[in-house]
């Protein structure tokens, strides 16, 4: 949700968020998932792809529970397992 939050740009964009932050699942993270975490982000940084932190742990709980990362930032594409959809229509 923070990576969501930092995004926002005015109150109305926040209120308009906020319903939808509802709906969103909350996923934890446990070892496995700091192992694929760890397992993905060398292979992006030989690749010349270098993911901020945030990111991999987002995709990291994604990849685990087979849950889809619904975004408007494309670094998401360059991770390997990971569902992603750029389109909230």
Partial sequence: MVEVLQGIRSPQALTD???????????PTDKSTWQLIQKTSPGL?????PTAMPDLIIAGCAIAADATVFTYDSDFDQI????VIHSFA
């Fill in 17 to 27: 968020l906020e319903s939808k932050f509802e709906q969103m699942i909350y996923l």
């Fill in 45 to 49: 940084l030989r690749a010349g792809l």
């Fill in 80 to 83: 390997p397992d990971l569902k």
